[in-house]
């Protein structure tokens, strides 16, 4: 069942691979110089603060975020820019340090103990490689396997399989200026690999990607990363579509919040007001109009209408109904009318809408 | 217990910064030249001065292509560790959790290794073309360089960790580069100074490049034995320079790291 943010962590430490609690985060704000200072007194005052730190406000960058993220599954953090969510990854990074809250990885504490967290934990930046791009794919690879400690030859055994793995085979002996932003992404994937870590964190994972590479990519992290490696993977997105399709579970994030957690179909559920369904029916035979008058009829539904196909005969009716709509009362009708059933489905909102409505209702 | 320095992970950001320098051929090329340049250039200066310089008890051509050649090696290293980390690059390389030392001397090895290689044939110029005379003695010379180095390496780590900090420039680094064109006596003895303002060689000894300049030139101009106890006093002067500014260094560079992750700016520049 989806459930709105928790601050009782209710995983169990051997199943939970990441756990943060109560999380918080401000930044400094610097003000800003418009035309209307220059050349002031004013301006010199506010120059003078930012140099000396005073008179800076604070921007809430995590205002008591909770989260859990099971062991092996892909979990979302969905949101709009700004809400949080490249925060969240780079304090789970160790890149950021929180103001208050805990932070577990692998039941590490990322802040005490950040050297420890990271054998478990890295993390890919959609605008951050820190590859060289004067040396081939391979040397960056080698690059990080001699400071992530690793000897030579297993380095070596280890980076011929996640070329591999990445579909990399051919391209390793390339000098990096000549890879693709997919290829460059992929490698970024090795990198983070090299260290044995079981959790992976993604930020933006296709942004700045084609269609088909970002299909490529989003395939990569679900089927060989997530299902044949097992690995846990985090990601931050605002892509709604990308985040259905990928992921097992998602988070709302919202003005450094997170407003719901939950499966993607858990959260659409939530929002769903209306139901929708969709019947296609045979044998109707002129009686279209007493079928809709009968639906209409039913407690809770709300509107109705038919097409008529004139290929094959059939007829599909929509049906609009509030949540909680009595389904048989209405199928007792169909049937009493001798009409044969061949298919029914339930469609339910997307999880765009889901969003923006769970993103009004936290606004108000 | 986990050695404190890591000499793999410190051979790796050698390696990767060799590696990417050679495929810079015409940096090899400018670098090489404008180093040798320089040289040359004071080279004539010093020749036409044709003084003695009584305090190494050599010429003034010699002081000055010692002076210069030193010049070439403090500087890159200084500048080339804060031109390497760059944010983007820094974060990667943290994430590998490295120690802070690791990164400093991972990062400075290689421009320091470049500097020393590229000072053969500057001093090649100096003593075939201008006619400097060197007086080595090897023990002082490998002590006076070891000193420079921590000295060279405190001054990089402090530049860098405020460089993390302030982001587009490094105060730091170019307030000490000013007092040190000024008054660390790469071109005259630093006694000279009083000459002008009295007392004001004191004030040159607060800078560490002085004493860098005094006791490489010490060894490589007088043959002096760090056994004399005079020769003694300036290295030991040296060395607690050294030894003070080298934990201050690593303390100001760790926070440094801190602050820009508390600030969550690690990533800017």
């Known amino acids: ?364 | 217990m986990e050695s404190p320095i890591e000499f793999g992970k410190i051979w790796a950001l050698t390696r990767r910064d060799m590696s990417r320098w050679i495929t810079y051929k015409s940096q090899v090329l400018t670098t090489l030249m404008s180093g040798s340049i320089a040289v040359a250039s004071w080279g004539i200066n010093g020749s036409y001065r044709n003084v003695q310089v009584a305090q190494y008890d050599c010429s003034y051509v010699s002081f000055l292509i010692v002076g210069v050649v030193i010049s070439n090696l403090i500087l890159p290293l200084t500048q080339g560790m804060q031109n390497r980390l760059n944010p983007w690059t820094l974060e990667s390389i943290l994430m590998t959790g490295p120690r802070a030392a690791t990164l400093v001397l991972g990062t400075s090895l290689w421009p320091y290794a470049l500097a020393f290689m590229f000072m053969i044939p500057q001093l090649f110029i100096g003593i075939y073309i201008f006619g400097a005379v060197l007086n080595v003695n090897i023990v002082s010379f490998v002590l006076a360089s070891v000193i420079s180095t921590m000295i060279v390496f405190s001054l990089a780590m402090i530049g860098t960790g405020v460089k993390i900090v302030t982001k587009m420039t490094d105060p730091f680094t170019s307030a000490l580069a000013v007092a040190a064109s000024l008054l660390a006596g790469m071109t005259y003895p630093v006694s000279y100074l009083n000459n002008y303002i009295p007392g004001l060689s004191t004030v040159a000894w607060l800078i560490p490049q002085t004493w860098i300049y005094d006791i490489m030139r010490l060894s490589t101009l007088t043959d002096a034995s760090v056994l004399n106890p005079g020769v003694a006093e300036v290295f030991i002067g040296a060395l607690l320079v050294a030894v003070i500014l080298l934990p201050i260094s690593y303390y100001i560079f760790n926070i440094s790291i801190r602050r820009a992750k508390r600030d969550g700016t690690l990533g800017w520049m």
């Not at chain 1, 929708?276 to 809770?300: F, I, P, Q, W, Y």
């Not at chain 1, 509107?303 to 196909?309: G, H, L, M, V």
């Open chain 1, 1 to 364: 069942m989806a459930s709105i943010q928790r601050a009782v962590p209710v995983l169990a430490e051997r199943e939970c691979a990441i756990r943060v609690t109560d999380l918080r985060k401000s930044y400094r704000t610097f003000g800003s110089f418009d035309s209307r200072h220059k050349g002031s007194f004013s301006a010199a005052r506010r120059y003078l603060g930012k140099l000396t730190g005073r008179g800076e406000g604070r921007f809430t960058a995590l205002d008591g975020v909770n989260l859990e993220v099971r062991d092996g599954e892909v979990f979302g953090l969905l949101g709009p820019n700004g809400a949080g969510k490249t925060s969240i990854i780079k304090i789970l990074s160790t890149l950021v340090l929180p103001d208050s809250g805990t932070v577990l990885v692998s039941g590490i504490d990322v802040v005490k103990n950040p050297r420890a967290a990271l054998k478990n934990l890295q993390s890919v930046m959609a605008g951050n490689t820190g590859l060289d791009v004067r040396l081939t794919g391979r040397q960056n690879l080698e690059f990080f396997a001699d400071l992530y400690g690793i000897p030579r030859e297993p380095a070596k055994a280890k980076i011929d399989e996640l070329i591999e793995l990445s579909h990399l085979q051919g391209f390793e002996s390339e000098m990096l200026q000549k890879f693709s932003t997919g290829m460059t992404r992929k490698l970024l994937v090795c990198r983070a690999l090299l260290s044995d870590a079981h959790i992976l964190l993604f930020d933006e994972p296709t942004a700045n990607l084609d269609p088909v590479s970002a299909a490529e990519f989003r395939n990569y992290i679900r089927n060989d990363l997530a299902k044949n490696r097992k690995m846990t993977v985090l990601l931050a997105t605002h892509n709604l579509w990308e985040a259905e399709q990928i992921c097992d579970r998602i988070a709302l994030v919202r003005k450094g919040k997170v407003i719901m957690t939950g499966t993607p179909n858990e959260v659409r559920a939530k929002v769903a007001d209306v139901v929708n369904l969709s019947l296609v029916v045979a044998n109707l035979n002129g009686s279209a109009d007493r079928l809709v008058a009968e639906v209409k009829s039913v407690d809770g539904v709300l509107a109705a209408e038919i097409e008529q196909s004139p290929l094959n005969g059939y007829s599909t009716i929509s049906i609009e109904g509030v949540k909680g709509l009595d389904y048989n009362a209405f199928l007792q009708k169909i049937i009493s009318m001798n009409l044969q059933i061949r298919s029914i489905e339930s469609s339910q909102p997307s999880l765009e809408r889901a969003f923006l409505k769970l993103n009004e209702e936290a606004a108000n």
